[in-house]
Protein backbone atom coordinates (compact mmCIF):
# COMPACT_ATOMS: atom_id res chain seq x y z
CA UNK A 1 0.00 0.00 0.00
CA UNK A 2 2.63 2.07 0.69
CA UNK A 3 4.16 1.46 -2.75
CA UNK A 4 1.36 2.26 -4.13
CA UNK A 5 1.23 5.85 -2.88
CA UNK A 6 4.60 6.77 -3.79
CA UNK A 7 4.14 5.56 -7.48
CA UNK A 8 0.87 7.47 -7.64
CA UNK A 9 2.62 10.60 -5.80
CA UNK A 10 5.92 10.25 -8.83
CA UNK A 11 2.82 9.48 -11.66
CA UNK A 12 0.66 12.74 -10.83
CA UNK A 13 3.42 15.22 -10.46
CA UNK A 14 5.22 14.12 -12.84
CA UNK A 15 2.67 14.70 -15.49
CA UNK A 16 1.39 17.59 -13.50
CA UNK A 17 4.85 19.19 -14.53
CA UNK A 18 5.30 18.10 -17.85
CA UNK A 19 1.99 19.90 -18.62
CA UNK A 20 3.14 22.92 -16.71
CA UNK A 21 6.40 22.49 -19.22
CA UNK A 22 4.30 21.90 -22.00
CA UNK A 23 1.81 25.49 -21.35
CA UNK A 24 5.01 27.69 -20.96
CA UNK A 25 6.38 26.56 -24.22
CA UNK A 26 2.43 26.74 -26.44
CA UNK A 27 2.12 30.47 -24.31
CA UNK A 28 5.34 31.83 -25.70
CA UNK A 29 4.73 34.49 -28.65
CA UNK A 30 6.41 34.70 -31.91
CA UNK A 31 6.95 38.40 -33.21
CA UNK A 32 8.78 39.41 -35.69
CA UNK A 33 12.19 38.68 -35.86
CA UNK A 34 15.33 40.02 -37.79
CA UNK A 35 19.05 39.27 -38.30
CA UNK A 36 21.35 41.84 -37.26
CA UNK A 37 24.98 41.59 -38.03
CA UNK A 38 27.45 44.22 -36.90
CA UNK A 39 31.19 44.47 -37.96
CA UNK A 40 33.95 46.57 -37.00
CA UNK A 41 36.82 47.40 -39.98
CA UNK A 42 39.51 48.82 -37.59
CA UNK A 43 41.94 49.62 -40.43
CA UNK A 44 39.39 52.28 -41.21
CA UNK A 45 38.93 54.15 -38.29
CA UNK A 46 40.24 57.42 -37.94
CA UNK A 47 39.78 57.99 -34.39
CA UNK A 48 37.33 60.90 -35.09
CA UNK A 49 35.33 59.93 -31.83
CA UNK A 50 31.99 60.92 -33.72
CA UNK A 51 30.47 57.62 -32.53
CA UNK A 52 30.99 57.85 -29.33
CA UNK A 53 29.48 61.55 -29.39
CA UNK A 54 26.57 60.59 -30.93
CA UNK A 55 25.87 57.09 -28.58
CA UNK A 56 25.95 59.41 -25.78
CA UNK A 57 23.60 61.88 -27.07
CA UNK A 58 21.42 58.81 -29.11
CA UNK A 59 21.30 57.22 -25.42
CA UNK A 60 21.30 59.56 -22.46
CA UNK A 61 24.52 58.03 -21.43
CA UNK A 62 25.68 59.72 -18.46
CA UNK A 63 29.33 61.12 -18.07
CA UNK A 64 32.09 59.09 -17.55
CA UNK A 65 30.30 55.94 -18.75
CA UNK A 66 30.31 54.77 -22.32
CA UNK A 67 28.00 52.05 -24.54
CA UNK A 68 30.94 52.44 -27.13
CA UNK A 69 34.27 53.92 -26.95
CA UNK A 70 37.72 54.16 -28.97
CA UNK A 71 40.77 52.88 -28.00
CA UNK A 72 44.55 53.13 -29.09
CA UNK A 73 46.44 50.27 -29.80
CA UNK A 74 49.98 51.54 -30.15
CA UNK A 75 52.86 48.43 -31.19
CA UNK A 76 56.21 49.13 -30.41
CA UNK A 77 59.02 47.42 -32.36
CA UNK A 78 59.74 45.86 -29.13
CA UNK A 79 57.16 43.67 -29.50
CA UNK A 80 54.98 45.39 -26.42
CA UNK A 81 52.16 47.72 -26.63
CA UNK A 82 50.01 49.98 -24.93
CA UNK A 83 46.44 51.03 -25.20
CA UNK A 84 45.33 54.09 -24.47
CA UNK A 85 41.55 55.55 -24.42
CA UNK A 86 41.60 58.65 -22.82
CA UNK A 87 37.86 59.21 -21.45
CA UNK A 88 36.44 57.04 -23.94
CA UNK A 89 38.00 59.15 -26.56
CA UNK A 90 36.23 62.48 -25.56
CA UNK A 91 39.17 63.62 -24.47
CA UNK A 92 41.24 63.36 -27.62
CA UNK A 93 44.11 60.85 -28.05
CA UNK A 94 47.28 63.36 -28.75
CA UNK A 95 50.44 61.77 -29.09
CA UNK A 96 51.03 58.07 -27.74
CA UNK A 97 53.94 58.33 -24.79
CA UNK A 98 56.36 56.38 -27.22
CA UNK A 99 59.62 57.70 -29.15
CA UNK A 100 57.64 58.02 -32.64
CA UNK A 101 60.53 56.01 -34.07
CA UNK A 102 59.77 53.09 -31.84
CA UNK A 103 56.59 53.13 -33.26
CA UNK A 104 55.73 49.95 -35.22
CA UNK A 105 52.13 50.40 -35.66
CA UNK A 106 49.26 52.14 -34.65
CA UNK A 107 45.51 51.42 -34.79
CA UNK A 108 42.07 52.62 -33.50
CA UNK A 109 39.75 50.01 -32.07
CA UNK A 110 36.32 50.68 -31.71
CA UNK A 111 34.58 49.05 -28.45
CA UNK A 112 30.92 48.14 -27.84
CA UNK A 113 28.87 45.07 -26.81
CA UNK A 114 30.11 41.83 -28.58
CA UNK A 115 26.57 40.48 -28.05
CA UNK A 116 27.60 37.16 -26.99
CA UNK A 117 25.69 34.13 -27.81
CA UNK A 118 27.10 32.20 -24.59
CA UNK A 119 26.97 35.21 -22.56
CA UNK A 120 27.71 35.31 -18.65
CA UNK A 121 26.43 38.35 -17.96
CA UNK A 122 23.08 36.83 -18.59
CA UNK A 123 23.79 33.47 -16.26
CA UNK A 124 24.17 35.98 -13.21
CA UNK A 125 21.21 37.93 -13.47
CA UNK A 126 19.19 36.82 -9.95
CA UNK A 127 15.72 38.75 -11.61
CA UNK A 128 15.87 38.06 -15.29
CA UNK A 129 16.59 42.00 -15.39
CA UNK A 130 19.09 41.28 -18.66
CA UNK A 131 18.07 38.70 -21.08
CA UNK A 132 18.31 37.47 -24.72
CA UNK A 133 15.66 38.78 -26.99
CA UNK A 134 14.11 36.63 -29.47
CA UNK A 135 16.38 38.12 -32.03
CA UNK A 136 20.02 37.14 -29.92
CA UNK A 137 20.67 39.96 -28.67
CA UNK A 138 21.27 40.88 -25.32
CA UNK A 139 18.76 43.66 -23.91
CA UNK A 140 18.51 45.47 -20.23
CA UNK A 141 15.37 45.79 -18.46
CA UNK A 142 16.65 48.78 -16.89
CA UNK A 143 12.79 48.97 -14.84
CA UNK A 144 13.46 45.84 -13.30
CA UNK A 145 17.01 45.66 -12.77
CA UNK A 146 18.21 46.06 -9.24
CA UNK A 147 21.87 47.34 -10.07
CA UNK A 148 23.38 45.04 -8.15
CA UNK A 149 26.18 44.76 -10.70
CA UNK A 150 27.16 41.20 -11.03
CA UNK A 151 26.59 41.60 -15.01
CA UNK A 152 29.34 44.42 -14.83
CA UNK A 153 31.33 42.52 -13.20
CA UNK A 154 31.16 39.34 -15.44
CA UNK A 155 31.55 41.14 -18.81
CA UNK A 156 34.92 40.33 -19.80
CA UNK A 157 34.85 43.39 -22.55
CA UNK A 158 33.72 45.93 -20.11
CA UNK A 159 31.15 46.83 -21.80
CA UNK A 160 28.64 47.07 -18.85
CA UNK A 161 28.38 50.23 -16.48
CA UNK A 162 26.58 51.41 -13.59
CA UNK A 163 23.80 54.14 -14.85
CA UNK A 164 23.61 56.18 -11.56
CA UNK A 165 20.55 58.30 -13.15
CA UNK A 166 18.79 55.46 -14.23
CA UNK A 167 20.01 52.84 -11.26
CA UNK A 168 20.22 50.62 -13.49
CA UNK A 169 23.01 48.42 -15.17
CA UNK A 170 23.75 49.84 -18.85
CA UNK A 171 25.44 48.70 -22.29
CA UNK A 172 25.11 48.98 -26.40
CA UNK A 173 22.05 47.02 -26.92
CA UNK A 174 23.10 48.29 -30.86
CA UNK A 175 20.61 51.32 -30.95
CA UNK A 176 17.61 48.44 -30.47
CA UNK A 177 15.03 51.45 -30.50
CA UNK A 178 16.55 52.34 -33.99
CA UNK A 179 17.73 49.02 -35.58
CA UNK A 180 13.81 47.56 -35.09
CA UNK A 181 12.44 50.94 -37.03
CA UNK A 182 15.08 49.60 -39.74
CA UNK A 183 17.64 52.34 -38.70
CA UNK A 184 21.32 52.10 -38.35
CA UNK A 185 22.62 52.00 -35.25
CA UNK A 186 23.48 56.09 -34.15
CA UNK A 187 27.65 55.35 -34.21
CA UNK A 188 27.19 53.26 -37.84
CA UNK A 189 24.99 56.37 -38.97
CA UNK A 190 28.14 59.18 -38.00
CA UNK A 191 30.62 57.36 -38.90
CA UNK A 192 32.31 58.77 -41.48
CA UNK A 193 34.38 56.18 -43.23
CA UNK A 194 32.67 52.95 -42.88
CA UNK A 195 34.26 51.31 -40.16
CA UNK A 196 31.68 50.09 -38.44
CA UNK A 197 29.26 48.45 -40.61
CA UNK A 198 25.50 47.05 -39.92
CA UNK A 199 23.07 44.74 -41.86
CA UNK A 200 19.55 44.35 -41.28
CA UNK A 201 18.36 41.37 -42.89
CA UNK A 202 21.61 41.20 -45.08
CA UNK A 203 21.13 44.50 -46.05
CA UNK A 204 25.16 45.32 -45.99
CA UNK A 205 25.70 41.90 -48.08
CA UNK A 206 29.76 42.32 -47.64
CA UNK A 207 29.21 41.49 -43.56
CA UNK A 208 28.27 38.19 -44.35
CA UNK A 209 30.93 37.40 -47.36
CA UNK A 210 33.70 38.64 -44.84
CA UNK A 211 32.19 36.17 -42.59
CA UNK A 212 32.31 33.49 -44.96
CA UNK A 213 35.68 34.50 -45.92
CA UNK A 214 36.76 33.79 -42.24
CA UNK A 215 38.34 37.54 -42.58
CA UNK A 216 36.37 38.47 -39.01
CA UNK A 217 36.74 37.28 -35.43
CA UNK A 218 35.43 38.04 -32.34
CA UNK A 219 37.65 39.72 -29.40
CA UNK A 220 38.82 37.24 -26.52
CA UNK A 221 37.69 34.00 -28.99
CA UNK A 222 39.32 31.67 -26.74
CA UNK A 223 37.44 32.44 -23.89
CA UNK A 224 34.09 31.10 -25.14
CA UNK A 225 31.61 33.98 -25.11
CA UNK A 226 30.76 33.69 -29.07
CA UNK A 227 30.66 37.29 -29.91
CA UNK A 228 28.22 38.08 -32.73
CA UNK A 229 30.72 41.68 -33.17
CA UNK A 230 32.67 40.93 -35.71
CA UNK A 231 36.37 42.54 -36.35
CA UNK A 232 37.68 42.56 -39.53
CA UNK A 233 41.41 41.90 -39.64
CA UNK A 234 42.34 42.69 -36.45
CA UNK A 235 45.68 42.40 -34.67
CA UNK A 236 46.72 39.06 -33.02
CA UNK A 237 47.15 41.26 -30.07
CA UNK A 238 44.09 43.28 -29.30
CA UNK A 239 41.41 42.06 -26.75
CA UNK B 1 0.19 31.49 -17.03
CA UNK B 2 0.07 32.21 -13.56
CA UNK B 3 -3.13 30.69 -13.32
CA UNK B 4 -2.33 27.65 -15.02
CA UNK B 5 0.26 26.87 -12.74
CA UNK B 6 -1.67 27.59 -9.26
CA UNK B 7 -4.48 25.21 -10.78
CA UNK B 8 -2.08 22.38 -11.82
CA UNK B 9 0.17 22.54 -8.66
CA UNK B 10 -3.27 22.74 -7.03
CA UNK B 11 -4.17 19.17 -8.56
CA UNK B 12 -0.95 17.92 -7.92
CA UNK B 13 -0.85 18.78 -3.98
CA UNK B 14 -5.02 17.28 -4.01
CA UNK B 15 -4.54 14.03 -5.79
CA UNK B 16 -1.16 13.43 -3.33
CA UNK B 17 -3.58 14.24 -0.77
CA UNK B 18 -6.33 11.83 -2.10
CA UNK B 19 -3.87 9.15 -2.48
CA UNK B 20 -2.27 9.60 0.51
CA UNK B 21 -5.64 9.74 2.59
CA UNK B 22 -7.14 6.07 1.03
CA UNK B 23 -3.50 4.18 0.73
CA UNK B 24 -1.86 5.43 3.98
CA UNK B 25 -0.68 2.57 6.31
CA UNK B 26 -3.17 1.87 8.52
CA UNK B 27 -3.04 -1.12 10.41
CA UNK B 28 -5.15 -3.98 9.58
CA UNK B 29 -8.57 -1.78 9.74
CA UNK B 30 -7.87 -0.11 6.24
CA UNK B 31 -9.18 3.57 5.93
CA UNK B 32 -10.37 4.41 9.23
CA UNK B 33 -14.24 5.25 10.02
CA UNK B 34 -15.24 8.93 10.75
CA UNK B 35 -17.14 8.33 14.05
CA UNK B 36 -17.88 11.32 16.31
CA UNK B 37 -15.84 11.69 19.65
CA UNK B 38 -19.38 10.84 21.46
CA UNK B 39 -19.75 7.59 20.33
CA UNK B 40 -18.37 4.19 22.11
CA UNK B 41 -15.87 2.73 19.96
CA UNK B 42 -12.53 3.68 21.59
CA UNK B 43 -10.61 1.64 18.94
CA UNK B 44 -11.61 4.21 16.00
CA UNK B 45 -10.65 7.64 18.57
CA UNK B 46 -6.80 7.20 17.49
CA UNK B 47 -7.42 7.75 14.00
CA UNK B 48 -10.15 9.99 13.83
CA UNK B 49 -7.72 12.09 16.20
CA UNK B 50 -5.23 11.51 13.36
CA UNK B 51 -7.67 12.53 10.71
CA UNK B 52 -8.72 15.77 11.80
CA UNK B 53 -4.82 16.30 12.54
CA UNK B 54 -4.12 15.92 8.88
CA UNK B 55 -7.21 18.82 7.60
CA UNK B 56 -5.56 21.14 10.22
CA UNK B 57 -1.80 20.09 8.12
CA UNK B 58 -3.63 19.97 4.82
CA UNK B 59 -5.20 23.52 5.93
CA UNK B 60 -2.16 25.08 6.63
CA UNK B 61 -0.67 23.70 3.40
CA UNK B 62 -3.30 25.12 1.16
CA UNK B 63 -3.21 28.40 3.02
CA UNK B 64 0.70 28.51 2.63
CA UNK B 65 0.27 27.79 -0.82
CA UNK B 66 -2.03 30.67 -1.84
CA UNK B 67 -0.28 33.03 0.48
CA UNK B 68 3.17 32.10 -1.84
CA UNK B 69 0.52 32.59 -5.01
CA UNK B 70 -0.43 35.72 -4.14
CA UNK B 71 2.61 37.25 -2.97
CA UNK B 72 4.42 36.17 -6.19
CA UNK B 73 1.72 37.74 -8.09
CA UNK B 74 2.46 40.87 -6.28
CA UNK B 75 6.30 40.58 -6.87
CA UNK B 76 6.75 39.65 -10.61
CA UNK B 77 5.99 42.30 -12.86
CA UNK B 78 3.29 41.85 -15.75
CA UNK B 79 4.26 39.87 -18.39
CA UNK B 80 7.18 38.10 -16.74
CA UNK B 81 8.00 34.62 -18.31
CA UNK B 82 5.75 34.95 -21.15
CA UNK B 83 8.75 35.11 -24.49
CA UNK B 84 11.38 33.62 -21.39
CA UNK B 85 12.81 34.61 -18.46
CA UNK B 86 11.95 38.13 -18.63
CA UNK B 87 9.60 41.00 -18.90
CA UNK B 88 8.24 40.74 -22.39
CA UNK B 89 7.34 44.58 -22.18
CA UNK B 90 11.15 45.65 -21.71
CA UNK B 91 11.77 44.48 -25.01
CA UNK B 92 8.30 46.34 -26.53
CA UNK B 93 9.84 49.55 -24.50
CA UNK B 94 13.43 49.30 -25.26
CA UNK B 95 12.35 49.65 -28.86
CA UNK B 96 9.30 52.19 -28.35
CA UNK B 97 12.25 54.83 -28.11
CA UNK B 98 12.51 57.58 -30.29
CA UNK B 99 15.39 58.09 -32.65
CA UNK B 100 17.61 61.09 -32.37
CA UNK B 101 20.24 60.89 -35.11
CA UNK B 102 18.19 61.19 -38.54
CA UNK B 103 19.52 59.85 -42.09
CA UNK B 104 20.54 62.32 -44.90
CA UNK B 105 17.85 61.69 -46.78
CA UNK B 106 15.39 62.88 -43.56
CA UNK B 107 17.60 66.37 -43.62
CA UNK B 108 16.18 66.81 -47.65
CA UNK B 109 12.80 65.42 -46.61
CA UNK B 110 10.43 68.04 -48.01
CA UNK B 111 13.28 69.36 -49.56
CA UNK B 112 14.34 71.46 -46.53
CA UNK B 113 18.07 70.48 -47.10
CA UNK B 114 17.74 69.80 -50.96
CA UNK B 115 21.01 71.84 -51.73
CA UNK B 116 23.41 70.78 -48.69
CA UNK B 117 22.63 66.93 -49.87
CA UNK B 118 23.54 67.83 -53.68
CA UNK B 119 26.13 70.08 -52.73
CA UNK B 120 27.87 67.33 -50.83
CA UNK B 121 27.36 64.73 -53.07
CA UNK B 122 29.97 66.67 -55.44
CA UNK B 123 32.62 66.32 -52.26
CA UNK B 124 35.10 63.38 -51.58
CA UNK B 125 32.79 63.89 -48.15
CA UNK B 126 29.37 61.96 -49.95
CA UNK B 127 29.57 59.12 -47.84
CA UNK B 128 29.34 61.24 -44.37
CA UNK B 129 26.21 61.74 -43.27
CA UNK B 130 24.98 65.19 -42.42
CA UNK B 131 24.49 64.79 -38.17
CA UNK B 132 28.42 63.63 -38.44
CA UNK B 133 29.38 67.26 -38.52
CA UNK B 134 26.43 68.62 -37.40
CA UNK B 135 25.17 66.49 -34.81
CA UNK B 136 21.76 65.45 -34.17
CA UNK B 137 19.86 69.09 -34.43
CA UNK B 138 17.32 69.42 -31.79
CA UNK B 139 18.32 66.73 -29.44
CA UNK B 140 21.60 68.68 -28.46
CA UNK B 141 21.59 68.27 -24.49
CA UNK B 142 23.84 71.37 -24.46
CA UNK B 143 22.46 73.24 -27.15
CA UNK B 144 18.76 72.76 -26.27
CA UNK B 145 16.37 72.96 -29.75
CA UNK B 146 18.79 75.26 -31.59
CA UNK B 147 18.21 74.35 -35.64
CA UNK B 148 19.96 76.66 -38.23
CA UNK B 149 21.69 78.22 -35.71
CA UNK B 150 23.77 75.48 -34.47
CA UNK B 151 25.00 74.75 -38.20
CA UNK B 152 26.63 78.26 -39.14
CA UNK B 153 28.63 78.41 -36.18
CA UNK B 154 31.45 75.27 -36.49
CA UNK B 155 34.50 75.52 -35.81
CA UNK B 156 37.95 74.37 -37.46
CA UNK B 157 37.51 72.27 -34.35
CA UNK B 158 35.33 70.18 -36.33
CA UNK B 159 37.25 69.68 -39.45
CA UNK B 160 40.52 68.65 -37.59
CA UNK B 161 38.51 66.12 -35.11
CA UNK B 162 38.75 64.02 -38.74
CA UNK B 163 41.77 65.86 -40.20
CA UNK B 164 44.23 66.54 -37.93
CA UNK B 165 47.41 64.52 -38.08
CA UNK B 166 47.25 61.80 -35.55
CA UNK B 167 49.32 58.38 -34.76
CA UNK B 168 47.23 55.71 -35.98
CA UNK B 169 45.00 57.79 -37.98
CA UNK B 170 45.20 55.72 -41.16
CA UNK B 171 46.56 57.88 -44.23
CA UNK B 172 44.82 55.73 -47.18
CA UNK B 173 41.05 56.46 -45.65
CA UNK B 174 41.57 60.49 -44.39
CA UNK B 175 43.63 62.96 -45.55
CA UNK B 176 45.17 64.14 -42.61
CA UNK B 177 46.92 67.99 -42.29
CA UNK B 178 48.93 69.04 -39.24
CA UNK B 179 47.42 72.47 -38.48
CA UNK B 180 50.33 74.75 -37.39
CA UNK B 181 52.46 73.46 -41.05
CA UNK B 182 49.46 73.55 -43.08
CA UNK B 183 48.62 77.42 -42.23
CA UNK B 184 52.63 78.23 -42.90
CA UNK B 185 52.31 76.20 -46.10
CA UNK B 186 49.26 78.33 -47.28
CA UNK B 187 50.33 81.79 -45.08
CA UNK B 188 47.28 82.30 -43.74
CA UNK B 189 45.97 83.71 -40.91
CA UNK B 190 45.23 82.23 -37.76
CA UNK B 191 41.68 83.92 -37.81
CA UNK B 192 41.02 81.93 -40.88
CA UNK B 193 38.74 78.86 -40.86
CA UNK B 194 38.95 76.37 -43.30
CA UNK B 195 36.01 76.45 -45.04
CA UNK B 196 37.26 80.11 -45.90
CA UNK B 197 38.90 78.26 -48.41
CA UNK B 198 37.51 74.62 -48.61
CA UNK B 199 34.04 75.33 -49.29
CA UNK B 200 32.40 73.58 -46.81
CA UNK B 201 29.79 71.30 -48.06
CA UNK B 202 31.58 70.76 -51.91
CA UNK B 203 35.15 70.93 -50.18
CA UNK B 204 36.12 72.84 -53.38
CA UNK B 205 38.69 75.35 -53.07
CA UNK B 206 37.22 78.66 -52.84
CA UNK B 207 40.06 81.09 -52.46
CA UNK B 208 41.35 81.05 -55.83
CA UNK B 209 44.92 82.37 -54.69
CA UNK B 210 45.21 79.82 -52.05
CA UNK B 211 47.38 77.24 -54.58
CA UNK B 212 49.30 80.27 -55.70
CA UNK B 213 50.25 81.17 -52.04
CA UNK B 214 52.11 78.31 -51.78
CA UNK B 215 54.68 79.12 -53.92
CA UNK B 216 55.33 81.81 -51.68
CA UNK B 217 53.29 84.24 -54.14
CA UNK B 218 50.49 87.11 -53.33
Not at chain 1, 210 to 224: F, M, P, W, Y
Request: aromatic share 8%.
Amino acid sequence: MTELSRRSFIVTTSAAAMSCGLASYALAGAGEEHTYEFMVDPSKCIGCIHCVKACILENDVPEHNFRTWIERYTFKKDQTFIVESPNGGLDGFGEPDVDPKDIKKAVFIPKLCNQCDNTPCLQVCPVGATYMGPEGLIHIDSEHCIGCGYCIQSCPYGARFYNHETGAADKCDWCYHRISKGMVPACVEVCPTEARRFSIDGSDPLIASEKNEGNTRGLRQSIGTEPKLAYLGLEEKVR
Amino acid sequence: MDAAWAILMGLTIASSIVTYYFFRPVGEGGPPKFVSLEGKDFYDRDASIASSHTKRLVLIIVVLIVLAFAVKGFLVPKSFGQDGFYRADALVESSDREPRHMTSESCGNGSCHKYEIDDLALGLHFKISCISCHGAMGHSRTYGDVHAEDATTMQNGTCLECHQKLTGRPANVVPQVDMAAHQREYAYESGEGCIDCHSKHNLMLIDENAADRKEGGQ
